[in-house]
């Protein structure tokens, strides 16, 4: 289709199909980096009967308004995402006739490539940390050791030379550009289920009030292929004969369950439940009326600046790291603070149209069993593990909405446009050691995403409503292209 058309379409949602979403601040999790509470206006804030009461709705005058309760279940899916360099994967083909190499493409970056696909070969590079002996190496990463001699036949003879090893081996030549000569690709299906809980309270006669809300969830990521992308020939012409693809099928692709176990990483299936995050806020609004005489060349327009702070607690279950393929459940044990701010204009009569802006700021923690490269050639895979401090960067958001309330009977909708980002983590060994390589996990931990929210609520009575919400992805860097359907129940008193 079209850009032409996409956008025609959705400009005519943004016009046409607008009940705001309940969700308001970002996370540190790629996979639901804006996650949804409810099917409510994030920015409604216990203002919905005042709003009605604008319109002379008799019986929205007589509503309190000064508590309501969502209950909440939802479901995430995805099976793609976009690489660190916000492009998709590009695949090596080889021609059989004669030997030629070319690069086609691109194709979907799959999950489990997002930072790049799994060298195998640079996991031999580097020095080894000083909690690894050279007798551990050579014993307890026994396939490791191997592989190593074999293909770098001058990194140990009888008697072993330890490490470090001649400095050829960590020779940054001998990796594929392309990532496809020794390395995997893993197409992965992620899969999320849970509940959600909204809690409102506003003070009686005043504009302040706060909220309470939750989410558990049940996490699937399945392992679909382990894609060995090897050529049959090798692509660096300058590599030695030991480093042909013959011996690094045999070494190392071959031997990856084994490699993997000796450096007590669980390649099976992510399966995992918990509670994923606690939020707790406060938040100021009122309403101003902008043109006190309202005439036909002057609408009913009514001006509603908010402003919110928040709290965020990730209670759950840390991030596995022996688990190859886990996800981390809400801010993966970090906590935090935020606040946002915005305005929106209420044409009483016709739709409501805002903006809105947030930042939150995490605070750092301690992790022990963290992978950490050795070798800035690594990627995804790192062969040793330490103690770290990670101190998250900051998350910002920006979002623009149009919402129509009660535009149908008693339906509502709402459509909304955010623009997310998270900027570079810092991490800090515990004990410093000169292997480490911190800064190459630090340079794929940003991340950008840009979505639409849209949803519908229904008012069953003056104090009960309905509501389904969609998070649709528009573009993605080193993120999911996650999707998300939410169902929700509300009672207001």
């Avoid at 409604?44 to 000064?66: F, G, P, Q, S, V």
């Avoid at 939802?74 to 080889?94: C, D, L, M, P």
């Avoid at 309202?294 to 709290?311: A, K, N, Q, R, T």
């Amino acid at each position: 289709m079209a850009y032409s058309k996409k956008i025609g379409l959705l400009l005519c949602s943004l016009l046409f199909f607008t009940q705001k979403i309940s969700t308001s601040f970002p996370t540190l999790a790629k996979n639901d980096p804006f996650p949804l509470f409810s099917s409510l206006d994030p920015d409604e804030l216990l203002n919905t009967a005042e709003r009605l009461c604008y319109r002379n709705i008799e019986w929205a005058c007589n509503r309190c308004d000064y508590f309501s309760i969502s209950f909440s279940g939802f479901i995430q899916n995805a099976h793609r995402g976009k690489s660190i360099r916000g492009e998709n994967t590009f695949v090596r083909k080889e021609n059989a006739a004669d030997g030629t190499v070319s690069v086609t493409g691109p194709f979907i970056t799959q999950l489990g490539d997002l930072t790049g696909r799994t060298g195998m070969i640079a996991i031999l590079y580097g020095e080894l940390p000083a909690t690894v002996t050279p007798e551990d190496y050579e014993t307890k990463l026994e396939s490791l050791f191997k592989a190593r001699s074999v293909l770098f036949p001058g990194s140990s003879t009888e008697p072993p030379i330890y490490p470090p090893f001649p400095e050829d081996i960590d020779n940054g030549a001998y990796i594929d550009p392309a990532q496809m000569f020794g390395y995997f690709s893993f197409p992965l299906k992620y899969r999320k289920r849970g509940f959600a809980f909204d809690i409102k309270g506003r003070i009686p006669d005043t504009d302040f009030g706060g909220t309470i809300k939750g989410r558990f969830s049940h996490m699937e990521q399945i392992v679909q292929l382990f894609n060995n992308e090897t050529p049959a020939t090798n692509p660096l012409p300058g590599n030695p004969d030991s480093l042909s693809p013959d011996n690094v099928n045999a070494f190392l692709m071959n031997q990856f369950k084994e490699i993997m176990e000796e450096l007590g990483y669980d390649i099976c299936n992510f399966v995992a439940s918990s509670f994923e995050e606690l939020r707790i806020t406060a938040f100021w609004r009122h309403a101003f009326l902008v043109n006190e005489c309202p005439s036909p060349l002057w609408p009913d327009l009514y001006l509603i600046p908010f402003v919110e702070v928040m709290g965020t607690f990730s209670p759950g279950k840390a991030r596995d790291y022996t688990k190859f393929f886990s996800v981390p459940f809400g801010n993966n044990t970090h906590s935090g603070v935020g606040v946002r701010g915005g305005v929106n204009l209420d044409f009483v009569q016709t739709v409501s149209v805002g903006f809105e802006g947030g930042v939150v700021k995490f605070f750092g923690k301690n992790f022990d069993n963290y992978p950490l490269p050795n070798s800035e050639f690594q990627t995804t895979l790192f062969p040793f593990r330490t103690s770290v401090h990670v101190q998250p960067g900051l998350s910002t958001y920006f979002s623009a909405q149009m919402e129509a309330l009660h535009f149908i009977g008693y339906l509502s909708a709402y459509v909304q446009y955010v623009i997310l980002e998270h900027k570079k983590d810092k991490i800090t060994p515990q004990k410093p050691d000169p292997a480490w390589e911190p800064k190459v996990l630090e340079c794929v931990t940003p991340f950008r995403v840009k979505l639409f929210n849209v949803g519908f609520n229904y008012d069953l009575a003056p104090w009960l409503s309905v509501g389904i919400a969609v998070q649709l992805p528009w573009a993605e860097v080193n993120a999911y292209h996650q999707t998300t359907t939410i169902f929700s129940i509300t009672m207001v008193f």
